[in-house]
């Protein structure tokens, strides 16, 4: 019997050894995904604020400049703004890490999170549809290319694109993330009627 009892013993230490395991791990890959949103986000409002060119065409100067478009404009200003709401979900996530905090508080992480995803995703597209008809422009309705003549341009606009990609695939593993540990950890505490 004795021998029974230390098996019983024995098993919930390894579960909780295994649980904070996998709280220490949700908690470096949060940290992680949120650094790497600050950097795609940073990068690519940078990458698209000296985005500007200028080229010479038959005398006639040409000038290409994310503010010329409100869809640049706006993907410009939602990289921005994710940026800054990424470093608060950061803090947020510090201070969430304490011994004694309520894991119901994951609930205003998901929101900004999700917030986050739908503005920068939002921009994303919208940048995207123009700069694919400045890329390959619209014959049927007379929208000719630009990115022969400003490639310079052109490609700087499409690294932005693709790292604000980057960062809406990082938030969109974040809220996933985030929306489980919620509900994993919530749950007990519904139950428990807290």
């Given at each position: 019997m004795p021998k029974h009892n230390n098996?019983?013993?024995?098993?919930?230490?390894?579960?909780?050894?295994?649980?904070?395991?996998?709280?220490?791990?949700?908690?470096f890959s949060q940290l992680?995904?949120?650094?790497?949103?600050?950097?795609?986000?940073?990068?690519?409002?940078?990458?698209?604020?000296?985005?500007?060119?200028?080229?010479?065409f038959f005398g006639i100067v040409m000038d290409a400049r994310y503010t010329y478009s409100s869809s640049f404009r706006f993907t410009m200003v939602a990289d921005s703004l994710v940026c800054g709401l990424s470093l608060l979900s950061?803090?947020?996530?510090?201070?969430?890490?304490?011994?004694?905090?309520?894991?119901?508080?994951?609930?205003?992480?998901?929101?900004?999170?999700?917030?986050?995803?739908?503005?920068?995703?939002?921009?994303?597209?919208?940048?995207?549809?123009?700069?694919?008809?400045?890329?390959?422009?619209?014959?049927?309705?007379?929208?000719?290319a630009i990115c022969d003549r400003?490639?310079?341009f052109c490609d700087k606009i499409l690294v932005s694109i693709v790292s604000s990609f980057l960062a809406v695939i990082c938030l969109l593993v974040l809220t996933l993330m985030t929306a489980h540990k919620l509900k994993s950890d919530v749950h007990p505490y519904l139950e428990a009627g807290i």
């Open positions: 098996m019983t013993s024995s098993f919930p230490i390894s579960s909780t050894q295994n649980s904070k395991k996998t709280s220490t791990f949700f908690y992680s995904l949120r650094i790497l949103v600050i950097g795609f986000t940073l990068a690519a409002a940078i990458t698209m604020t000296t985005s500007n060119q200028s080229v010479t950061v803090i947020h996530l510090l201070s969430l890490n304490r011994p004694k905090s309520n894991p119901k508080n994951y609930f205003y992480l998901l929101l900004q999170d999700l917030v986050s995803l739908l503005l920068l995703l939002s921009g994303c597209s919208a940048a995207m549809a123009i700069g694919y008809v400045g890329r390959f422009g619209q014959p049927q309705t007379g929208w000719i400003v490639p310079k």
